[in-house]
């Protein structure tokens, strides 16, 4: 879907799918137009003591990706009112608005979660929240990306020590961001011309939902999302939450080791799939296909849907899997499979899981012979084979009857 | 519905007609159609580095309209809407561009032009687009033919009907064939689009339910997935007649472009 790039395109993240739910939209008229940001955060008031103590490296600018600063962005951007953080792992730049604390309850209850834990970190943010303004909303989304890079640590027990490696050991990439040599950029916009104007510039082309994209020269990954791309009941901070997590999970899959290649499909979006079901397993974002309806939340309950096809030994081999390509073509069934696989490896043993995630990461080296599609199949197999250290179709058995005895019925 | 309150209006059954009730939701198929495929321009042009890679530069600097309009146009002869950007008033122009039932008219015409959105930073005046939105009080988007000629300023408080008018007037001078007919014959594809989308997806749903309750082999599962496939294709066919109506074409042009010539301001 877009030029291939150092070695391997990424896709452009299942684009969020303009979900069907409802076109009753936005209101009219907003009348006051966006709120201004303070030019200084206010919660840390931009000292670099209480910014530290916060897990801050800056407020910006600073280099952003290939041949380009987050004050060349903001040029290009025009009015867009973006604001910047670097943390440990991350660069973010936000241009979201204000945001009304929510009614839903699952949502508030997470969003006071996230809360208490900023006020730790923030010594001026007191009190309570009633309303998240543009500075509280890129410091909740520092501190998520920051989480889903430990969890992702942790899932596969791996240590921040490990990248890039010492020399002669098993490579483990070229830098110490899970083995790139440059930060991951995240940039949360609030208008769709905000992320195509970006991505025209920068990315090749332009893209209005989302975006991840490989920078070659800083050796980094690009991931970029506008809110306004979710209509109707979707447009909430949750689902945008669970749609980051779902892109930037595959960054950090694709990442992990030096980026050469991704895939294989199935297991790169069960990966980003079992992931963002963390932030909420009723959101079913990315699994409708490009004539269909985002499905209710009632079909999010997947375990025993699961459990029932394997019930009636109706499920796909992942043999058949490995050759699953665009998953904007998917069947509904597919996405859930692929999301069962990974719920498999990664909910029984981590040193496998490792393990797994390793091999299927191997580099692989340009061979004049051989189709890199062919090589990178290869790769998808002997991963499955040696990291799990059982073939292909024992490995089917083992999942059907691990389903079978640990989800639900019903 | 202006002028016609508590009717139907023929190339929108679906606007509110006197009724206080939204219209249903579009189906994602109907959605596609009604998508404005936007443009987003930055003025970034590619400078060879001193190591020989490629890199967009963002220059700030006005270019004359001319200029301006040969940049945005691209190869693309369409007549051209072009929206700004506004960061204080944010929704009186989206209100009329948005996805809604009460908008999918422009939503549908759009398609016969090329739909450009600049951000609200064209108004600084080093802004390579500035020329396009220049004065003391700047239009929110104008129509024009491509080189900027026959342009008509709107200040985006215009109503739906005044827009649909200035559009129309727009799309009758500049194609061969009338779109009136083919916006009718798009609306009415739209809604058998809708009920298909409906049925396929209600179809999908019940399919799986059933081989999650019986099994793949049920002969209820296989009446539905070829019920599915019989639809799917007819949606496909329908799909392809929108790309055939929508398939007007534009009117050879012999005089010569003088960009910027005003035709009419609408404020």
New interface residues.
Partial sequence: MIPLRGGGGLQPAAVLV?A???????????????TPRPAVDPYTQGDPQAAKSAGYVSFGPFLWG???TSE?VQ???????LIWVETAHFRLGSSLDEYDFPSDRIERKKLEGELARLKERLSGLKGKVKKLDPWLRLHLYALRLEDLYSDFLREFALEESEFPGPAGARPMGRGPYLGMADKFTVLLLE?K??L??YT???CEK?W?ASFRYYFT?SDGLFCGLSYDAL??ELQNDLVFHYALVFLVTQNLYGGFRGYDSEGPVWWQEGLARWFARKVDPRCLLYT?G????L?DEL?ADWE??VR??VG???FPSVEEMLAWKDPEEW???RHMMAWSRVDFVLRRDRAKARALLMDLREPIPWSPERPREELLAERSRNALQSALGKDLAAFDREWAAWVFENYAKR | MAGNPGGVDPLNPLAPAGSPY?AA?????S??EL?IR?????Y?PKVE?PTG?T??T?E?RVLPLLEAMAILAGADRRPVLVLR????????D??LL????DNEKTMLMSRWFHCV??????LDVD?PFHALFEGDSPSHLFIADWDGSGRTNLNGQQSRTELWSIMGEKLSARYASTHETALAELFSILGELDAL?DK??SL??QL?AE??????KSAQAAKIQKEITRL?NE?SELRERAVRVSALKLKERHRPASAGAPSSEKA
Avoid: M, N
Avoid at chain 2, 117 to 122: N, T, Y
């Fill in positions: 303009f069907s739910l409802a076109a009753l939209g936005r209101a009219e008229v907003q009348g006051e137009g966006r290939d041949d380009h060349r040029a290009v951007l025009g009015g867009e009112p208008k011309s905000a195509a104007r025209s510039t920068y332009a209005e020269k209509e109707g409708a490009k004539d269909e309806t499905r079909e025993p849907k029932a096809r009636h030994a109706y069947e509904f069934s | 939204l939701p579009r189906g994602p198929t959605q596609s998508e936007w443009d987003y321009p930055v970034a580095t890679r890199v967009a963002f700030k950007e506004c960061q204080t008033c944010t929704g009186t989206d209100a948005t996805r809604r039932a959105k600049l951000p609200a930073d064209v802004h989308d396929v997806g999908r749903q799986d081989i999650e309750k019986d099994g793949p799917a949606r």
